[in-house]
């Protein structure tokens, strides 16, 4: 576990959240490319990809440090639905409409990483978080000359429950120590069947970014902040495990109550 401890700010609503959004991710951008010339970010679904829109389409201040070089994003997924791509459950689907049917051409465009349809057609959900892993170690290096994949940037939501990625609260997966991606065929939301990144893979990470908003996050942010209770919760676990890499966006609503202390500034 970390011994450090989460950033947390909060903004008094959406549009300012996304307006401070932006430069941490172009920071985290930035940095990436100085150091490999890529850069590897995985997203959750929920209303994470909305909020990403509006702080990466809002209008450039001109400089290259305020401008996504999109060329050079390989996106891939924190977690998915074992559905096919056109579904209305997809993450897929959701950051396409919200995202990348959206970046104007002079950005230029990622490489997106989408689950292999195929797997779900036979309804293998253990073969989709395989073949998801091998696209993995295809980008960042072999399972076997790398202990985990080292993510540039993992952004991520949290339901009430405190789940984050399809990590759900007292499930196995919670466990799981060798495997990249790992399959869930009994999520408590549906569709019970996904793969996802486990949790040495997010808490591996450079950079970890929360985005919660809204009053219906109160408490179970009161939970993984502020009780002994909340500790074993997934959202929690990333913050044990990864402290000061992670940052958490919220709005004031959703921290309303919340004893921790927020960050004054990024």
């Given at each position: 576990?970390?011994?450090?401890?989460?950033?947390?700010?909060?903004?008094?609503?959406?549009?300012?959240?996304?307006?401070?959004?932006?430069?941490?991710?172009?920071?985290?951008?930035?940095?990436?490319?100085?150091?490999?010339?890529?850069?590897?970010?995985?997203?959750?679904?929920?209303?994470?990809?909305?909020?990403?829109?509006?702080?990466?389409?809002?209008?450039?201040?001109?400089?290259?440090?305020?401008?996504?070089?999109?060329?050079?994003?390989?996106?891939?997924?924190?977690?998915?639905?074992?559905?096919?791509?056109?579904?209305?459950?997809?993450?897929?689907?959701?950051?396409?409409?919200?995202?990348?049917?959206?970046?104007?051409?002079?950005?230029?465009?990622?490489?997106?990483?989408?689950?292999?349809?195929?797997?779900?057609?036979?309804?293998?959900?253990?073969?989709?978080?395989?073949?998801?892993?091998?696209?993995?170690?295809?980008?960042?290096?072999?399972?076997?000359?790398?202990?985990?994949?080292?993510?540039?940037?993992?952004?991520?939501?949290?339901?009430?429950?405190?789940?984050?990625?399809?990590?759900?609260?007292?499930?196995d997966l919670l466990r799981e120590k060798d495997a990249w991606v790992a399959a869930e065929t009994n999520s408590p939301k549906p569709p019970p069947k996904r793969i996802t990144l486990?949790?040495?893979?997010?808490?591996?990470?450079?950079?970890?970014?929360?985005?919660?908003?809204?009053?219906?996050?109160?408490?179970?942010?009161?939970?993984?902040?502020?009780?002994?209770?909340?500790?074993?919760?997934?959202?929690?676990?990333?913050?044990?495990?990864?402290?000061?890499?992670?940052?958490?966006?919220?709005?004031?609503?959703?921290?309303?109550?919340?004893?921790?202390?927020?960050?004054?500034?990024?």
């Amino acid at each position: 576990m970390a011994t450090t401890q989460p950033n947390l700010y909060s903004f008094p609503n959406t549009e300012a959240l996304a307006k401070e959004l932006r430069p941490y991710v172009l920071r985290c951008q930035n940095a990436a490319l100085a150091r490999h010339d890529t850069f590897r970010i995985a997203v959750s679904g929920g209303s994470l990809p909305a909020v990403l829109a509006k702080a990466l389409l809002a209008d450039s201040n001109g400089s290259p440090e305020d401008t996504p070089q999109f060329s050079k994003w390989q996106i891939f997924f924190a977690d998915e639905r074992a559905v096919p791509l056109d579904d209305k459950d997809s993450n897929y689907l959701l950051l396409k409409d919200e995202l990348l049917a959206k970046i104007p051409a002079a950005l230029g465009e990622p490489t997106v990483y989408p689950i292999d349809e195929k797997h779900v057609h036979d309804g293998n959900t253990q073969e989709l978080a395989d073949a998801y892993q091998e696209a993995l170690m295809r980008s960042f290096a072999a399972k076997d000359s790398v202990k985990l994949p080292i993510f540039d940037l993992i952004l991520l939501g949290c339901g009430p429950d405190g789940h984050t990625c399809s990590l759900f609260p007292g499930h196995d997966l919670l466990r799981e120590k060798d495997a990249w991606v790992a399959a869930e065929t009994n999520s408590p939301k549906p569709p019970p069947k996904r793969i996802t990144l486990t949790l040495p893979v997010v808490t591996s990470a450079a950079h970890i970014a929360f985005v919660a908003t809204g009053a219906g996050k109160k408490d179970i942010l009161k939970s993984i902040f502020d009780s002994e209770e909340g500790r074993s919760l997934p959202s929690s676990l990333v913050n044990h495990g990864a402290g000061d890499k992670v940052s958490w966006f919220t709005d004031h609503p959703a921290v309303e109550g919340v004893a921790y202390p927020r960050r004054g500034s990024l």
